[in-house]
Nanobody
Framework: QVQLVESGGGLVQAGDSLRLSCAAS????????MGWFRQAPGKEREFVAA????????TYGDFVKGRFTISRDNAKKTVYLQMNSLKPEDTAVYFC????????????????WGQGTQVTVSS
């Protein structure tokens, strides 16, 4: 079993930056991927980014276009999402995920989910 706790969300203005954190605990996951999804009101969950815990290889959603960076700290068992140049359309609940069992962009292929942290970007 894996537990995930997200933090770092909040209310910011367009153009600002935020860094989300996700602390993981529980079963060892050195061979897993960790990542982030987001869900805006009335929309489906959207893949944001994923990172390999072992190799550090990264995958990003198509909308990211260099604005977001995913990273991890193995010693702290924490994954981060640095979000720059935020836009109002980035407003969503951001979820941390771990252990991918198929397609990274597909929500159902991730086993463990955090509770989510709200990010609101005002114009």
């Amino acid at each position: 079993q894996v537990q995930l706790v997200e933090s770092g969300g909040g209310l910011v203005q367009a153009g600002d930056s935020l860094r989300l954190s996700c602390a993981a605990s529980g079963s060892p996951f050195s061979s897993y991927f960790m990542g982030w999804f987001r869900q805006a009101p009335g929309k489906e969950r959207e893949f944001v980014a994923a990172i390999s815990w072992s190799s550090g290889s990264r995958t990003y959603g198509d909308f990211v276009k260099g604005r977001f960076t995913i990273s991890r700290d193995n010693a702290k068992k924490t994954v981060y999402l640095q979000m720059n140049s935020l836009k109002p359309e980035d407003t969503a609940v951001y979820f941390c995920v771990v252990r991918n069992v198929g397609e990274k962009r597909r929500p159902r292929d991730w086993v463990y989910w955090g509770q989510g942290t709200q990010v609101t970007v005002s114009s």
